[in-house]
């Protein structure tokens, strides 16, 4: 139910002008969001980690909203070390208007990525968008055949995508919105999760496995052994701010740890997608609220 709320919430642009607008955010925006990002990547590469920098923003309204998008993207890059991904959601690249201009942006941010030994993930976002993310991912890896792309195991249909995505870069997650028909218990969402892991792991592709779930961490890493695969035939991915001791203790056994690293003004709904995950998160958001 408050998972429910929340993701309402992140939704609403009352909620969003008023939560934005109050000083009193900064300490929980700043667990989440880095606020000076070439710094952040810095920090993170000595450590031994790799980055996903996520330029925050979603759902732009026209054109011109998606091609400052893309500028920013190809400015972040200069930024970013060879290796690093940038993590790039669709609705902000024009989706909702068309699926055209939407394949056409992202596939100027995947060449200027690839001038600089960058790769690109399209993000998944609301289920309604689900079939546009996976049309343009198919249409850019005619070009780009390195574009990596998120399934999310809440939905019933994410075996048969993992299937379908042989030899891509995939990164496999819980869900993180809502979604009619979706798995809501936490069982049948981590089984669905094995169930893509043991997929990817078997095929041709590059696993991306999203997750802080100890438990699922564990069995992705006997699925990456079973399946013949060296430390470097997979990576783990974590969100900045989230569990930074088990990402440097990984990277320490030497996996490969990337964090996914967001950054920028607009981060209202993706500050709310992390409360609603964790009721704790919520209770800290609201007492530092409440502090002040
Ligand atoms: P959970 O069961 O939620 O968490 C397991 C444990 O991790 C918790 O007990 C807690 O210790 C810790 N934890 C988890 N979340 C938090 C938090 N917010 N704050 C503090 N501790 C926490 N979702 C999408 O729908 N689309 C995407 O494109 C997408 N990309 C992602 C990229 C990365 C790199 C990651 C890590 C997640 C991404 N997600 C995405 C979010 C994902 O779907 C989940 O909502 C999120 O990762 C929480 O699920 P979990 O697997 O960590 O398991």
Redesign the pocket.
Known sequence: MLRQAMLALSKSRRAERLVTTSPLTADVVRR?VADDIGAVVGDLTRDGLLV?VDHLGEEVNDPAQAEAAVASYVALLDLLPAGSDV?V?LTALGLRQSQRLATTNAATICAAAAGKGVTV?????EHDTVPGLHAVHAALRRDHPDVGV?V???LPDSLDRCEKLGGARV?L?????TAPGAYTR?AD??RS?VRCLKILMAGTGYP?V?????R?LRIASALAVLAGRDLSGFEY???Y???PDEQARLAGLGARV???VPYGSDWYAYLM???A??P??LAFFLRSLASR
């Open positions: 989440y996903s993590s959601k993930t399209l993000d998944a976002e998120v999310q195991a809440y990164r997650c819980k869900g993180a919105y936490p969402i981590d999760f991306m999203a997750t802080h779930d100890p699922l991915q974590m969100l701010g989230v569990r990337r964090v996914y997608r992390r409360l995950e964790r704790r998160n």
